[in-house]
């Protein structure tokens, strides 16, 4: 914060925020509870400062505009805010523990995003809302229809059959209430259906606009749709010291637990943005998958993992950190991906 005497950690919320600065030259602390009409006003009369925020959902956006104004704003992870709030809760106290956070010399920071990142990540949460949506429908429906011995195996693909004996009026195995009260079920799985795939063609179209992307999008695993969040996602892959700490930082390392000399290693921490790391372990699930069935060369990691009986899904994760590292390298460094 070399070259700012004004430090403020600003809490923000939907109406109402609150200021906690302190001027270095003279020790003024400032404390001051603003409107959201005058937020803006009020950071235009200051000189440059630095003004810590917590991330979450707004914060990208007055982060933006306070850079505007001449500021330079820094978001918090919440999680690393918590340990310097006092005792109680209220706005006064979290600006304040967010000013004492924002002063600490090994604090991280969260880059701040664009609105162009933003847009895109806002397409990829509509889905991921839209594809949940989708498999309570689906549950609804399978458990329903074995109510009366209706049964399908497993997959998405295979709920066609059920749809079918929906559709047949004169299929006697499900009532006619049955049949009345799941007709809007199918409907809705429909319209799901057609909403997801609009999506999903507006992620690949931009995902093949833009060069990172199709880097990433190379990866075996990875896809259009990865690739497309990962980018929007991360800002600046060079924040990361390592591929280590940005696999890290997506949840797929293990916890450790040391004590002295003894190091022991816990489950998977699961940290970090979840829907990455949900993309990454589907696509390493399927490259597992292929593996098994197919014994496909040039994954000598994934076969020798296999060979030595570890449980499929510890070797789905352990695929998956690695793809992390190679995603890390090709946004870091700005590669090409090559294979082994």
Known sequence: MEGYTVTIGLDIAKSVFQVHGVDSRTGEVIKKRLPRS?????????????IGIEACATSHHWARELGKLGHEARLLPPAYVKPYVKRGKNDALDAEAIHEALGRPTMRFVPVKSREQQGTLAVHKVRAQLVEQRTRLINMLRAHMAEFG??????????GELKAIVGDEADERLPSMARLALKPVLAQLDMLRAHIEDLERAIVRHARTNET???LAAIPGIGPIGASALVATVADAAGFKSARHFAAWLGLTPKQRASGLKDRKGRTSKMGNPYLRTLLVLGATAMVRQVQRTKAPGLAFLTRLLAKKKPVRLVTVA??????????????????YRAA
Do not use: D, T, Y
């Open 213 to 215: 992307c199709r880097r």
């Open 38 to 50: 005058k937020l803006l006003g009020f950071f235009s009369k200051l000189g440059p400062c630095v």
């Open 150 to 159: 209706l049964i399908a195996p497993q997959g998405i693909w295979r709920v």
């Open 319 to 336: 695929l998956a950190n690695k793809m992390a590292r190679i995603v890390w390298v090709l946004m870091a460094r700005g590669e090409a």
